[in-house]
């Protein structure tokens, strides 16, 4: 990133601020490259770690567990959640119910879970495993003798066209919204993360789904099909409905956040199981157990590798007094590997007992969207298997995000199994 002029001068400009804000340096190649070890280097540090600018960072996995599920934790007003908030045409604030506080958060969640209920969610497998083959088929084809790139072939594609399905998204709009969850899913990071590029191509994306969503939603109200748009556009429990505004923000949020999840599970499972011969071998031999093995990747190198939660009020973890108002960072990708709860926890072993995964989060803001995100990588996972898949590099290409850990590329040399 290139400095312009001084009112372009941003945080990420100052190298001390990071040093400061954080126990890593979030734009150092070998941190995306391995973030794990440095992760061990802060778990060893104790559980609880305070930066120099007062961040309260947890690497180990009973900490994170427990604020997760601890209600006196949660979102707060602060900035680093503000940036997501957007404005209604009456002046009316409104933020994503995933990044809401009980009691709204209750409230919304309740309305919208039924659409990634795991009995409709199970409904799409067969049309998961279609997507899949035809996908694999078309890239094969384009290839040649070339290698795929399975990020753009398989990860996007896949998930968005089954979001875009479930929600009711028109077939000729799919890959446009591909595109905008995309860009929305790059600026998950606070935006003095990014570049003032990513940031504005964000906030664009955001606007372009929500005008988008708001016609969609007024045609289905006056004439409802059989989609999520339309089930959440009648959806009242209670007598509470979701606002207009309200309606459009769920619209973006599912589509957007879904998508990027489902995106890095499918790629970073499929990296982790290439660089593990022993371990393809054992899946293709209990294909059965496909369910247990995608629960092992999201442990092994999980999409989502950091939570932040602001203390609602005074509180204690691990012993160490924690003030109301204080920000926490809860690294999800250190947690994961805790070997106070995983044994050889830095080896991808899919006939692991499956249990007590972070992966998607936990208590009242576990992922609403897991079953959807399951689903798809088992589905994608079970139909690569059935390929003899090489990497045609060591090192694949990183996004250099710090929530979302994420592959840029997978090239693969994929030829039939004999």
């Known amino acids: 990133m290139t400095e312009t002029s001084s009112e372009s001068e941003t945080p990420q400009m100052d190298p001390d601020f990071f040093t400061a804000l954080l126990p890593f340096d979030p734009f150092d190649p070998g941190f995306h490259a391995d973030p794990y070890s440095v992760y061990r280097t802060v778990r060893e540090k104790g559980p609880v770690v305070r930066t120099p600018m007062g961040l309260v960072v947890l690497a180990g996995h009973a900490e994170c567990a427990a604020v997760l599920r601890d209600q006196r934790f949660g979102w707060g007003d602060g900035a680093s959640v503000a940036e997501h908030f957007s404005q209604a045409p009456d002046g009316t604030v409104v933020r994503p119910f995933i990044f809401m506080d009980p009691p709204d958060h209750t409230r919304i969640r309740s309305l919208v879970s039924s659409a990634f209920a795991a009995r409709r969610v ?4 067969a049309r998961a495993a279609e997507l899949v083959a035809e996908l694999l088929e078309t890239a094969r084809a384009e290839a040649g003798d070339a290698p795929v790139d399975l990020m753009s072939a398989v990860a996007h594609p896949l998930p968005a066209i089954l979001l875009s399905e479930l929600l009711g998204v028109p077939a000729e709009h799919h890959e446009r919204f591909r595109k905008l969850s995309a860009d929305i899913a ?3 990071d606070p935006s003095f993360f990014l570049t003032p590029e990513e940031v504005a191509r964000r906030d664009s994306a955001r606007a372009e789904l929500g005008e988008y969503f708001a016609g969609l939603a007024a045609e289905r109200r006056a004439k409802p099909a059989e989609d999520l748009i339309s089930e959440l556009v009648a959806a009242e429990e209670d007598g509470e409905r979701l606002s207009d505004h309200e309606l459009l923000v769920t619209f973006t949020l ?3 956040a ?3 999840t489902t995106v890095n ?3 970073n499972g499929t990296l982790a199981l290439l660089r593990a011969p022993e371990q393809l071998e054992w899946l293709r031999a209990n294909p059965e157990e496909v369910a247990g093995a995608v629960e092992e990747m999201l442990r092994y190198d999980p999409p989502v590798q950091m939570i932040s939660r602001t203390a609602l009020e005074d509180v204690e973890v691990a012993g160490t007094p924690i003030a109301a108002g204080e920000q926490l960072m809860l690294m999800i990708g250190a947690a ?3 070997p106070a ?6 080896s991808l072993l899919l006939s692991r007992p499956v249990g007590r995964n972070l992966g998607f989060g936990l208590g009242a803001h576990f992922c609403v969207g897991a079953p959807m995100a399951r689903l798809t990588a088992q589905v994608a996972v079970s139909a690569l298997t059935g390929f003899e898949l090489s990497l045609e590099t060591e090192e694949p290409s990183r996004a250099p995000y710090i929530i979302m850990r994420g592959l840029r590329e997978l090239p693969v040399r994929v030829a039939a199994r004999s």
């Open 265 to 267: 599970l499918i790629g």
């Open 258 to 260: 879904g998508y990027a």
């Open 254 to 256: 599912l589509l957007s």
């Open 186 to 188: 790059h600026g998950l």
């Open 336 to 338: 994961s590997r805790d």
């Open 122 to 125: 199970d409904g799409l497998r």
């Open 341 to 346: 709860v995983y044994d050889d926890p830095d």
